[in-house]
């Protein structure tokens, strides 16, 4: 796992105001970008979880999108600026969603990240997520297989003793 203590951010949910600041980064990360009305319908609902990730002078370098289902938590989206990866900030931003949801005890974790995206697979093995299937030609961009991937609910003492 990567040391969170060399990042210094502040992670605090995501508003309107950040869309610009969202959209630059997810132009800059991913090859087929989320439109800014996909964020803004995100952050609007409640049952979604948005965190970003803030620098000392108030920049987003990075940012976690999380849907709410029945049985589990979808992590939509999660981008770090091109600066600051492999610097701690998405395990930042998955350790104080992890803390936001750990009462959540009926509610597993699930994702999709591309097949030939190894330091991201890396990542979420290294929260305890595992692989469960694949999606063929997921991705719009050049049809890559998705890796879906799934996390159990978090067992804190309280709701094991319970």
């Not at 969603?97 to 990240?113: K, M, S």
């Amino acid at each position: 796992m990567i040391d969170v203590e060399q990042v210094r951010v502040d992670i605090r949910r995501l508003t309107l105001g950040d869309l610009s600041d969202i959209e630059r980064i997810e132009q800059r990360v991913y090859p087929t970008p989320w439109s800014r009305s996909m964020f803004a319908g995100e952050l609007a609902k409640p049952s979604s979880v948005c965190l970003g990730a803030f620098e000392e002078d108030g920049r987003l370098s990075g940012y976690l999108i999380v849907s709410r289902y029945v049985d589990a938590w979808h992590v939509m989206n999660v981008a770090v600026d091109d600066g600051r990866r492999r610097s701690g900030v998405a395990s930042r931003l998955l350790d104080s969603f992890f803390e936001l949801t750990a009462e959540d005890v009926h509610r597993g974790y699930t994702l999709e990240v591309r097949t030939s995206n190894k330091g991201a697979i890396a990542l979420y093995e290294s929260y305890g997520f595992e692989a469960s299937g694949v999606r063929r030609g997921y991705y719009t961009d050049n049809r890559e297989d998705a890796l879906i991937m799934w996390k159990d609910p978090i067992r804190t003492r309280e709701a094991a003793d319970g």
